[in-house]
Each structure stands twice: as C-alpha cells, then as structure tokens.
C-alpha cells in the first residue's frame, strides 16, 4: 500500500506543477494520460478528460465509475507559498489543487491500477479523469457520458475526510425581474418595482417546503444580488434580482421553480436547471459495505460533478472540504495513503461479493 501512496503522491506533486485552471487542463490531461498509458493501461481521451476500463471489462457485468477532477480554481491573492511548486512540510503537501482534487483523483488513480489486472471481478471499472468540475463546463464529464461504457453507480472523489456523502445538494441560480411603472418621485405616480421586488424577496426569505431532507435539511433559498434604479427622483420600473437555491433529494429543481413561480410576481428565468441533488439508497452495496467498515455517513452541501449523474454515486475522497479554494491549500500525505487503502478495502468487499 505504501508503493501505491507513494507513486499517487509523485504523480500529485507533478500535477500542481502544472497549471489546470478550468477550461485550460490540457496539460494535466497530458500529464494523466501518460501516467496510465506508462502503467500498460490504453487510455481513451474526448478533450481534456481521460478514461480507460479495468483490463478485463465484461459488458455483462454492471460497471462502477470511479471519477475526479484535475481542474483548479484561479490561486487567490493569500497564499504565501507558489501555489504551482509543490512543498512537504510536517506531513503537509501544499499546492493548488492538491486537497481538491489531486488527492482525490490520484487516490482512485492508484486504487483503478490495483484492480485493472485482476479477473473474476463482479462489477466492472471505469477511471474517468475529467475537466471543468469548478465551473461545471460543458467539456466536463457531461461531454463523455456517452462515451464510457454504461455505469450503474459511481464514487466521484472529492475531499470528505473519507467519509461517505450519500447525499448532495443541487444548485438552481435564478434571475428574477419585477416589473412596475416609472414616475416622478415627487408625485403620486407610477409603481415601483422595487416595492414588488421587496414582497417576492419576503416569500424568498420566509418560504419553507412541506417536506426537510433527513441528510440534507430543508431546501435553501437565498437572495444574493438586487438592482434597481437609475436616480434618485424618478420610480423605478425594474428591479432585477438573484437567488441561489440549494435543492434537496426530496424536491428537484424543476419543481421548485414551478413553486416559486406560483408565489411570487416577479417574472423568473433560471440559468440552469441541471445541477440536480444527488442521493444513493442507504441499501446500496457501497454504502452497507461503507457502514460495516465503519465509515461514517453524511449530507454534503458542496456542489460535484456528481450532479451530471443519473446512476446512484457516492461522493467519498481524502482531504478536508473546508481548506479547498483556500491559501496554502495541503493534503497530508497520510490522508492519500489512508485513502487508497479504504477504496481498495470497499470495492473490494464489493465486487469480490
């Protein structure tokens, strides 16, 4: 196991070497294609995601997908260490991108390389390094859904400490306009649509859904963002403003913007209606093998790639949430050893089964 954390760290380090920003991952797409074709595994590649299939794939066989990301976020303006030359101190490898997802992504990297040899598995695997997770892009890991053989569920790696988030918040953001009349503020006269904005953004604030999710509490509406005016004398007659909406398991998006358009006046457009809540049964293999290891269960409010998903997925990795898009991000190099040893201890409980 130390051999495998060991190679996954290497390949870590070279990875924050190598700037991935979203949208500009090619070289770490480079990067990771060599690494897997060096191990004897062929690779196939549709942009800047990669992928490649245990050695002896049976399409029979219903198929796990083991999935991260190697896009980072632009290094913001505390760090005190180059955020692209990766450093070891007190156990600490610090770098951009090296909680998340480096060590995520290597972890399932050095886990795929364990069971690609092996015969005689019940599921089959599928490692899928992809692109623009952060930004949720359209060259992500939507553009190869298509293109990898068919999954039945998957572990989407991200930093939860090891623990199993068998539940994940979605993510609606909505543009909503009032609309009033324009007048003279100095008479009686007109509408004002900022009025009308404030009665909507009541409801917003006020609302609650019938039903609260047990993992991930009740759906969570926030007003970020409000215009309106153009000078002091005159009512003004729009009055734009965003909600950010974080949806559960129990409502998915699209009923909750038929909700809201039921209730408020302000005409609403959203920006998109794809990031759906992702949940998998408690019953799931992965999750009661997960259980009897004794790894612990939780809802993550945190946005994945786990939302493009339509198969149960488990989103579970080393690393810590909170220090991602923070200075001096770090992962503990025994957090990626531990890693790799508890996905290899759970698929293979699971596809030994």
Not at 1 to 6: C, D, G, H, L, Y
Not at 145 to 169: F, S
Not at 184 to 206: S, V
Request: aromatic fraction near 6%; glycine fraction near 8%; charge should be negative.
């Amino acid at each position: 196991m130390k051999q495998r954390a060991t190679e996954a760290i290497e390949l870590l380090k070279k990875l924050i070497s190598t700037p991935s920003l979203s949208t500009e991952e090619n070289k770490t797409g480079d990067l990771i294609e060599d690494y897997l074709k060096s191990k004897g595994i062929p690779v196939q590649r549709h942009k800047n995601n990669i992928w490649a299939t245990n050695e002896h794939f049976d399409e029979e066989k219903p198929t796990i997908l083991l999935n991260s990301h190697h896009d980072t976020v632009k290094p913001n303006g505390g760090y005190t260490k180059d955020p692209f030359i990766p450093v070891v101190e007190n156990g600490k490898l610090f770098g951009l991108g090296s909680n998340d997802a480096g060590g995520p992504l290597t972890s399932l990297i050095a886990t795929f390389i364990h069971f690609y040899p092996q015969e005689d598995l019940t599921y089959n695997l599928v490692m899928a390094a992809t692109a623009e997770e952060e930004i949720s892009g359209d060259n992500g890991i939507i553009s190869i859904l298509d293109k990898i053989p068919e999954i039945d569920c998957a572990i989407v790696g991200e930093p939860t400490q090891m623990r199993m988030a068998v539940a994940e918040k979605g993510l609606m953001v909505l543009e909503c306009m009032a609309k009033g009349k324009s007048g003279h503020a100095a008479r009686n006269e007109g509408e004002n649509a900022i009025y009308i904005a404030l009665k909507d953004i009541e409801w917003f604030k006020t609302h609650r859904f019938e039903k609260e999710s047990k993992m991930l509490g009740p759906v969570k509406m926030t007003v970020t963002v409000i215009n309106a005016g153009s000078q002091h004398n005159v009512v003004p007659d729009r009055c734009t403003f965003t909600v950010d909406i974080r949806s559960t398991d129990i409502y998915d998006n699209v009923h909750i913007l038929e909700t809201i358009k039921n209730n408020i006046e302000s005409e609403v457009t959203a920006r998109s209606i794809r990031l759906n809540p992702s949940f998998i049964p408690l019953e799931h293999p992965l999750v009661q093998v997960g259980k009897g290891m004794g790894i612990e269960t939780y809802g993550s409010p945190t946005l994945s790639d786990q939302a493009f998903l339509s198969v149960p997925s488990l989103k579970m990795g080393p690393g810590k949430s909170a220090r991602s898009h923070t200075p001096d991000e770090f992962i503990r190099l025994d957090e990626i050893e531990k890693g790799i040893e508890t996905y290899i201890n759970l698929l293979d409980s699971v596809i030994r089964s």
